[in-house]
T-cell receptor, first 113, second 112 residues
Framework: EADIYQTPRYLVIGTGKKITLECSQTMGHDKMYWYQQDPGMELHLIHYSYGVNSTEKGDLSSESTVSRIRTEHFPLTLESARPSHTSQYLC????????????FGPGTRLTVL | LAKTTQPISMDSYEGQEVNITCSHNNIATNDYITWYQQFPSQGPRFIIQGYKTKVTNEVASLFIPADRKSSTLSLPRVSLSDTAVYYCLVVEGGAGSYQLTFGKGTKLSVIP
């Protein structure tokens, strides 16, 4: 089983609040990813990182930001949450981007009122 | 950008073999094809990965023709617990950058 964790699992918050979604992995993987997924819809890559101090935007534009100060930690931040940010956010990691598998966390379901 | 196309949904009875095909017409020479399974409110889980011909593991087989423009995930003797969404993923990229493309997924419903 993969060792990748996300907290919180569920978050309900009011508009305008700043939030940080946590993601940690204990596998020493260099590559980490954030996906956004609405119920019944496909996954969209919003951020990824090759390693420490590396972050890139994915194919879906997102108002969130990420940081990668430590290999094992890849938090996602929304400075001012809006109802349009309501979604499920999934974090994943992989040892290398090609051929190796991605291991997904359990996800954070965010609801912005 | 190698987009993927899958059937939106499939139904199958328990005990039958299920084949889900994914089209990826623009797959690049060094790209791999990976399939994931996702249950509601969970993150996707790796099923199988391949580059060409046939790959088999304890849960599925993956068939990839010589032109690699498509792939077929085969689930033998499905059970109710195989009801899930199945995603086809092509990992692509150039020097120093990688774009990941999930298909829209195929919702498999296994009927008793």
């Amino acid at each position: 089983e993969a060792d990748i964790y996300q907290t919180p699992r569920y978050l309900v918050i009011g508009t305008g609040k700043k939030i940080t979604l946590e993601c940690s992995q204990t596998m020493g993987h260099d590559k980490m990813y954030w996906y956004q997924q609405d119920p019944g819809m496909e996954l969209h890559l919003i951020h990824y990182s090759y390693g420490v101090n590396s972050t890139e935007k994915g194919d879906l534009s997102s108002e969130s930001t990420v940081s990668r100060i430590r290999t094992e930690h890849f938090p996602l931040t929304l400075e001012s949450a809006r109802p349009s940010h309501t979604s499920q956010y999934l974090c994943a990691s992989s040892e290398t981007p090609r051929s190796d598998t991605q291991y997904f966390g359990p996800g954070t379901r965010l609801t912005v009122l | 950008l190698a987009k993927t196309t899958q059937p939106i949904s499939m139904d199958s009875y328990e005990g039958q073999e299920v084949n889900i095909t994914c089209s990826h017409n623009n797959i690049a020479t060094n790209d791999y094809i990976t399939w994931y399974q996702q249950f509601p409110s969970q993150g996707p889980r790796f099923i199988i990965q391949g580059y060409k011909t046939k790959v088999t593991n304890e849960v599925a087989s993956l068939f990839i023709p010589a032109d690699r423009k498509s792939s077929t995930l085969s689930l033998p003797r499905v059970s109710l617990s195989d009801t899930a969404v199945y995603y086809c993923l092509v990992v692509e990229g150039g020097a120093g950058s990688y774009q990941l493309t999930f298909g829209k997924g195929t919702k498999l419903s296994v009927i008793p």
